[in-house]
């Protein structure tokens, strides 16, 4: 079976990061926000300008080389977060849920959001917005560019 592909438009990444906002700010309010790099560092940008929240903090965990997922290994940590108490963990995606065990052991006192997420993943996380199918891989506007797609019933017949 072909993978399913789910295009995220800049417009929708941000109309879906402030329904995320909208749903933190009765949790807050927050000392800092961490935004897990790459993939959250926008989402991230978005929430903190809705929860007026200036402090930003980041994580850097290597998980993933485009669609081949790795072994995770933590990059750069949060360098102001403590335990995480008070603070809010932003990324774009939970996946399987690899990536939110590591966050989790760095930051367990973290409330943690992800904009969108998977249903193996979905345990891991405090908050989200949109679930999809754990077939499906998301494709982020900072991964792609606008071009021709065949209709979906000619591209399933093949």
């Known amino acids: 079976m ?7 438009t800049w417009d929708q990444l941000h109309r879906d990061s402030k329904a995320l906002a909208w749903r933190l700010l009765e949790r807050g309010p927050y000392k800092g926000i961490v935004a897990i790099t790459r993939g959250g560092l926008i989402p991230a940008a978005i929430i903190a300008r809705e ?11 290597v998980t993933y080389d485009e669609e081949k997922r790795g072994q995770p290994h933590v990059a750069k940590a949060p360098d102001a977060a403590g335990d995480g108490a008070g ?14 065990r590591v966050i989790r052991a760095l930051l367990p006192k973290a409330h943690f959001a992800t904009v969108y997420a998977k249903p193996a ?3 891991t ?34």
Not at 2 to 8: E, F, G, H, N
Not at 87 to 100: E, K, Q, R, S
């Open 2 to 8: 072909a993978p399913r592909y789910y295009t995220v």
């Open 87 to 100: 603070w809010l963990i932003v990324d774009d995606l939970v996946d399987t849920g690899t990536t939110a």
């Open 121 to 123: 993943g979905k345990p």
């Open 125 to 158: 996380v405090d908050t989200f917005i949109t679930e999809v199918s754990q077939d499906t891989w998301i494709l982020f506007p900072w991964d792609t560019e606008p071009q021709f797609i065949a209709p979906i019933a000619r591209s399933a017949a093949q």
């Open 51 to 61: 929860l007026d929240c200036r402090l930003i903090e980041s994580v850097s965990i």
